[in-house]
């Protein structure tokens, strides 16, 4: 049975940093690219960032270049996003999800998504 469970949403202040963590079971990790998706309240689904099955490349939404970083951990199939310089818009219910497309940021192409894990940033 796929899973991927997300963990580490929290109430931050502006400024702040968050890791969220994604831990996968029931398919070959190596073999999709995994991504990180939010939604806001109010708003789509938004794709922020992926990393790719194999070579790790990645990419970033412009919403959150240059402050979050996605890596991923193949001894415990986990897949992680650093967030740093935390913004009230970045609020949003984080979920994870895998692709069999390399490289996507779109919600479109993402499978076996996550219950999601909440993200508030406020002061």
């Known amino acids: 049975q796929v899973q991927l469970v997300e963990s580490g949403g929290d109430l931050v202040q502006p400024g702040g940093s968050l890791r969220l963590s994604c831990r996968t079971s029931g398919f070959s990790f190596d073999d999709y690219t995994v991504g990180w998706l939010r939604q806001a309240p109010g708003k789509g689904r938004e794709g922020i960032s992926y990393?790719?099955?194999?070579?790790?490349?990645?990419d970033y939404a412009d919403s959150v270049k240059g402050r979050f970083t996605i890596y991923r951990d193949s001894a415990t199939r986990t897949v992680y996003l650093q967030m740093n310089s935390l913004k009230p818009e970045d609020t949003a219910i984080y979920y994870c999800a895998k692709t069999h497309y390399y490289s996507s940021l779109n919600p479109g192409d993402y499978k076996s998504w996550g219950q999601g894990t909440q993200v508030t940033v406020s002061s």
């Open positions: 990393i790719s099955r194999r070579h790790d490349d990645s």
